[in-house]
């Protein structure tokens, strides 16, 4: 069975940390391009950041502004994102992706993910 579980969200202070993992089953995470994308309450989803499978490069989306790590253990199959100088917009539910691509042109990622985690839970408040 193909299955994606993110673990890791909770409340945390503003200014706090948080690391959300992503456990892949029933695939090879190494065979996809994976990523990690948020939806905000009332707002669109939109993408975090995601790990080129052909090199290995990394994406961020503007907002992230050096706060936020993404990194894979292919060994583990499993994704991580570390999540730095918490704000209360980041608040979201925060999802793990894997599929063919994700790229990044100027501002906007265009990409076509094809097995999506249920999402954790991240609440910045104080």
């Known amino acids: 069975q193909v299955q994606s579980v993110e673990f890791g969200g909770g409340l945390v202070q503003p200014g706090g940390s948080l690391r959300l993992s992503c456990a892949a089953s029933?695939?090879?995470?190494?065979?996809?391009?994976l990523g990690w994308f948020r939806q905000a309450p009332g707002k669109e989803r939109e993408a975090v950041s995601c790990?080129?499978?052909?090199?290995?490069?990394?994406s961020y989306g503007d907002f992230v502004k050096d706060r936020f790590t993404v990194s894979s253990d292919n060994a583990k199959n499993t994704l991580y994102l570390q999540l730095n100088s918490l704000k209360p917009e980041d608040t979201a539910v925060y999802y793990c992706?894997?599929?063919?691509?994700?790229?990044?042109?100027?501002?906007?990622?265009?990409?076509?993910?094809?097995?999506w985690g249920k999402g954790t839970l991240v609440t910045v408040s104080s």
């Open positions: 992706a894997a599929g063919s691509f994700c790229l990044e042109v100027y501002t906007d990622f265009y990409y076509d993910m094809e097995y």
């Open positions: 029933g695939f090879s995470s190494a065979d996809y391009t």
């Open positions: 790990i080129s499978r052909k090199d290995n490069t990394t």
